[in-house]
Nanobody
Framework: QVELVESGGGLVQAGGSLRLSCAAS????????MGWFRQVPVKEREFVSAISRKGAYTDYSDSVKGRFTISRDNAKNTVYLQMNGLKPEDTAVYYCAARENNYGLLESMYNYWGQGTQVTVSS
């Protein structure tokens, strides 16, 4: 059983930056690919980014490509999402998720989820 705890959310002006962290405990960290998703009220959770178990492969949604960077520190059992050039439409609750083996782009592919961290971007 993997437990995930996100941090780093907050309020930022458009054009600003935030770095989200997701710390994992339990389980064997090296077995898990990691993903970031986000959700706004009355909408489904959407894929943001994902990273393979060793960090060699990453993927991004078109809406964040070139602005967000996912990374992981396997010594700290932590995955990060560096968000630059934030826009008001990036406002959402951001969730990290874990799944064994290869990463996926669909919410249904992930078995473990954090509680979420709010990111609010003001115009």
């Amino acid at each position: 059983q993997v437990e995930l705890v996100e941090s780093g959310g907050g309020l930022v002006q458009a054009g600003g930056s935030l770095r989200l962290s997701c710390a994992a405990s339990g389980g064997t960290w090296s077995r898990y690919a990691m993903g970031w998703f986000r959700q706004v009220p009355v909408k489904e959770r959407e894929f943001v980014s994902a990273i393979s178990r060793k960090g060699a492969y990453t993927d991004y949604s078109d809406s964040v490509k070139g602005r967000f960077t996912i990374s992981r520190d396997n010594a700290k059992n932590t995955v990060y999402l560096q968000m630059n050039g934030l826009k008001p439409e990036d406002t959402a609750v951001y969730y990290c998720a874990a799944r064994e083996n290869n990463y996926g782009l669909l919410e249904s592919m992930y078995n473990y989820w954090g509680q979420g961290t709010q990111v609010t971007v003001s115009s």
